[in-house]
């Protein structure tokens, strides 16, 4: 069970946790979530071509 020290410290870093707020920011943030869904070969392993 938490403390109140831990449940207070708790909500105060929740403040700084906002998301990404610049469109660059943003940007950045979705082209992450899209190399991770496969949408981008080098994502799939599978797909990656073998030499020789």
Same mark, same amino acid.
Not at 5 to 22: E, K, L
């Given at each position: 069970?938490? #403390?109140?020290?831990?449940? /207070? @410290?708790?909500? %105060? =870093? *929740?403040?700084?946790?906002? +998301?990404?707020? #610049?469109?660059?920011?943003? /940007? @950045?943030?979705? %082209? =992450? *979530?899209?190399?991770?869904? +496969?949408?981008?070969?080098?994502?799939?392993?599978?797909?990656?071509? %073998?030499?020789?």
């Amino acid at each position: 069970m938490a #403390t109140e020290t831990q449940i /207070a @410290a708790n909500c %105060r =870093n *929740a403040q700084h946790s906002t +998301g990404p707020r #610049t469109p660059e920011g943003k /940007a @950045a943030s979705s %082209r =992450n *979530a899209a190399s991770v869904a +496969g949408l981008f070969p080098a994502s799939r392993p599978d797909r990656r071509r %073998r030499p020789g």
